[in-house]
């Protein structure tokens, strides 16, 4: 990252139908200009198996037969990618949503990369009396309404806001 200061972000989430990483069944984003919310975007996307894992199922609720007519990875990662727009991404746990990028390319011979910047990290560097830094107790913590957790695009609107209430309260002048 450069020493000048990004304004751009864009907070990523992902639901997975399965424990594999490449089976993302949602996803949801939330743009960040200037230290604001400014575009969300969520879309189901069809995995690339109808395998479904009951703990993920019973957290986020979709099943294969709501996203079977979805998108899939590749369809709808295009018009995504142009969102992103080569802006670092904000996740709450930055392993998991570029696990699944990654699982993602591998499966479908694609090539995305990019900067993340984790809020699950930020979270444990500097809410250090926080017990579990799971994105639900972050958000108690900082104040930040969390709609619905395990919603792609609630969750990822929640760490988007996450991010600024850190970068504010200490501080941060990049990331």
Not at 109 to 124: A, G, K, P, W
Not at 148 to 164: R, Y
Request: hydrophobic share 30%; proline share 4%; aromatic share 10%.
């Amino acid at each position: 990252m450069s020493k000048k200061e990004k304004k751009r972000y864009v907070a990523i989430d992902f639901e997975k139908l399965d424990t594999l990483p490449s089976s993302i069944c949602s996803v949801g984003l939330a743009v960040i200009e200037n230290n604001k919310i400014t575009k969300t975007f969520y879309s189901l996307i069809c995995p690339p198996s109808k395998n479904e894992n009951y703990y993920c199922v019973q957290t986020h609720g979709l099943h294969y037969e709501d996203v079977k007519d979805a998108p899939t990875f590749p369809e709808i990662w295009k018009k995504i990618d142009k969102i992103i727009n080569g802006s670092p991404l904000v996740t709450h746990n930055y392993g998991v949503e570029r696990g699944c990028i990654n699982a993602c390319n591998e499966y479908y011979d694609t090539d995305y990369n990019y900067e993340y910047i984790c809020t699950l990290s930020l979270s444990r560097k500097y809410l250090k009396d926080l017990p579990s830094k799971g994105l639900d107790l972050v958000c108690e913590a900082l104040d930040v309404n969390l709609k619905h957790h395990h919603n792609a695009k609630d969750d990822a609107i929640a760490s988007a806001k996450v991010f600024l209430k850190i970068k504010e309260k200490f501080n941060l002048k990049t990331t």
